[in-house]
């Protein structure tokens, strides 16, 4: 007897004939005694439509109204594919985030899972119910609903497991397994059978939007496995562990090329060449919860004053400029600029450590491609280069050709 948690994307529900192809999948896979769980995301694009639509109504939703807006979609698709399984004489039942025991922190559109309290989940299962289960919201200690940022589906799938302690998590998608870079941006990318939940992690937080990076983190943390796998058509994906068991995946130096377009630029210019002054900045910042990424400092055409240039998701750069603003009169420096045209262009890998040519492996095959690389930054295991926006499709081409050869 198994207990599997299985998890269906936008596009895996996008219709109801797409539902019915993975109810009719899942009976068909099931054995007598196996108890499913089906984590499952709203219908296609809904969640983008839902996010046009409040830009419609208010041009700075209240966050908490925004995420009762958008765990609506999820909504839909539970009930849906709940009424799917009962037609096929299936028990099974529905069941939102916060019934089914999913508890986050009150950061409203970007909440993070406390914990999956997992009672009446199990309850239905032993009432032998499929149980369908929202992804994407929870419930604050508020009260209120929230959701988990884009893509939250995949974090709950893993949560949820992690809670049950189930014996698999899958994530169902759109596309094979995970690639050495996105399939549909470079034809010749490579489906990779394992990799490991750093690699993952990184390959996520710079762009590889087949998983949320916060639900690697969380398989990470509790220890779940997760196979990434394709809704329609039945081969192996890959499978994301702690190590590597396959010979043949450990020996490589760069895993894999991301990019990212959903990056902005924001310059600071002119601020005093003085202690204190990057930390006043980044912790207006954090205060309210924007990330930031590729931060740079560099002396300003202005003496004693620096330019201190830094990235952040394109969402955040309004309110992260309102922020700033605030700090001007105080800080006296001159001006904010921001440009949104940009991408961010990333080669990911543990091996690339004390591997000194990678570096310029990327750069090279940048510039053969006449790119300008307006910030480079490093981790221990990435090297990122923001680019023009609009070169960003034969950047990942180029770079992942350099690193993988056989398949350019
Ligand atoms: P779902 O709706 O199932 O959650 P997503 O659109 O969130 O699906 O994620 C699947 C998509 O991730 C694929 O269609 C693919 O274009 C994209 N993707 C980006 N990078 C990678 C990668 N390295 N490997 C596989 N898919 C990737
Ligand atoms: N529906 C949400 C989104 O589009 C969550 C998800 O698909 O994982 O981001
Ligand atoms: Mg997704």
């Given at each position: 007897?198994a207990?599997?948690?299985?998890k269906?994307?936008?596009?895996?529900?996008?219709?109801?004939?797409?539902?019915?192809?993975?109810?009719?999948?899942?009976?068909?896979?099931?054995?007598?005694?196996?108890?499913?769980?089906?984590?499952?995301?709203?219908?296609?694009d809904?969640t983008?439509?839902?996010?046009?639509?409040?830009?419609?109504?208010?041009?700075?939703?209240?966050?908490?109204?925004?995420?009762?807006?958008?765990a609506?979609?999820e909504?839909?698709s539970?009930?849906?594919?709940?009424?799917?399984?009962?037609?096929?004489?299936?028990?099974?039942?529905s069941?939102?985030?916060?019934?089914?025991?999913?508890?986050?922190n009150?950061?409203?559109?970007?909440a993070?899972?406390?914990?999956?309290?997992p009672?009446?989940?199990?309850?239905?299962?032993d009432?032998?119910?499929v149980?369908?289960?929202?992804?994407?919201?929870g419930l604050?200690?508020?009260?209120?609903?929230t959701?988990?940022g884009?893509g939250?589906?995949?974090?709950?799938?893993?949560a949820?497991a992690?809670?049950?302690?189930?014996?698999?998590?899958e994530?169902?998608?759109?596309?094979?397994?995970v690639y050495?870079a996105?399939?549909?941006?470079?034809?010749?990318?490579?489906k990779?059978?394992?990799?490991?939940?750093?690699d993952?992690?990184?390959?996520?937080?710079?762009?590889?939007g087949?998983?949320?990076?916060?639900?690697?983190?969380?398989?990470?943390?509790?220890g779940?496995?997760?196979?990434?796998?394709?809704?329609?058509?039945?081969?192996?994906?890959?499978?994301?562990?702690?190590?590597?068991?396959?010979?043949?995946?450990?020996?490589?130096?760069?895993?894999?090329?991301?990019?990212d377009?959903?990056?902005?630029?924001?310059?600071?210019r002119?601020?005093?060449?003085l202690p204190?002054?990057?930390?006043?900045i980044?912790?207006?910042?954090a205060?309210?919860?924007i990330d930031v990424?590729?931060?740079v400092?560099?002396?300003?055409?202005v003496p004693?004053?620096?330019?201190?240039?830094?990235?952040?998701q394109k969402?955040?750069?309004?309110?992260?400029?309102?922020?700033l603003e605030?700090?001007?009169?105080?800080?006296?420096?001159?001006?904010?600029?921001m440009?949104a045209?940009?991408a961010?262009?990333?080669v990911?890998?543990?091996?690339?450590l004390?591997?000194?040519g990678?570096?310029?492996?990327?750069?090279?095959?940048?510039?053969a491609?006449?790119?300008?690389?307006?910030?480079?930054?490093t981790?221990?295991?990435?090297?990122s280069?923001?680019?023009?926006?609009?070169?960003?499709?034969?950047?990942?081409?180029?770079?992942?050709?350099?690193?993988?050869p056989?398949q350019?």
């Amino acid at each position: 007897m198994a207990l599997l948690v299985k998890k269906f994307g936008g596009s895996s529900v996008a219709t109801p004939e797409k539902i019915y192809h993975l109810v009719d999948r899942v009976l068909a896979e099931k054995k007598p005694d196996d108890r499913i769980v089906i984590v499952v995301s709203a219908m296609g694009d809904t969640t983008d439509d839902l996010v046009t639509l409040a830009g419609r109504v208010s041009r700075h939703m209240p966050k908490r109204e925004m995420d009762m807006l958008l765990a609506t979609g999820e909504q839909v698709s539970i009930a849906l594919l709940a009424a799917a399984f009962q037609e096929r004489g299936q028990k099974a039942v529905s069941l939102t985030g916060p019934q089914a025991g999913v508890r986050t922190n009150a950061n409203h559109t970007k909440a993070g899972i406390l914990e999956v309290k997992p009672d009446r989940i199990l309850k239905e299962l032993d009432d032998g119910n499929v149980v369908v289960v929202a992804g994407f919201q929870g419930l604050a200690d508020t009260g209120d609903i929230t959701t988990l940022g884009r893509g939250g589906s995949d974090t709950t799938a893993v949560a949820v497991a992690a809670g049950l302690k189930a014996d698999l998590c899958e994530i169902y998608t759109d596309v094979d397994g995970v690639y050495t870079a996105d399939p549909r941006v470079v034809p010749g990318a490579r489906k990779l059978k394992e990799i490991t939940f750093g690699d993952m992690l990184e390959l996520a937080r710079l762009g590889a939007g087949v998983m949320q990076p916060r639900a690697v983190e969380y398989g990470e943390h509790t220890g779940v496995d997760i196979h990434v796998r394709s809704t329609f058509h039945n081969v192996e994906g890959t499978i994301i562990r702690r190590n590597y068991t396959l010979e043949a995946e450990k020996e490589y130096v760069v895993r894999g090329v991301t990019s990212d377009v959903n990056v902005a630029k924001i310059a600071v210019r002119g601020v005093k060449d003085l202690p204190g002054v990057a930390f006043r900045i980044f912790d207006a910042l954090a205060k309210v919860n924007i990330d930031v990424d590729m931060i740079v400092q560099s002396a300003s055409a202005v003496p004693e004053k620096n330019d201190i240039t830094f990235t952040c998701q394109k969402a955040d750069m309004a309110d992260a400029v309102g922020v700033l603003e605030t700090l001007k009169p105080d800080m006296g420096f001159s001006r904010v600029d921001m440009e949104a045209n940009v991408a961010k262009v990333s080669v990911v890998g543990a091996g690339m450590l004390g591997n000194p040519g990678i570096a310029a492996g990327m750069f090279g095959a940048l510039a053969a491609k006449n790119i300008n690389l307006i910030i480079i930054s490093t981790s221990e295991i990435s090297i990122s280069c923001l680019i023009p926006r609009d070169q960003v499709e034969i950047a990942v081409n180029a770079v992942h050709d350099h690193f993988f050869p056989e398949q350019a």
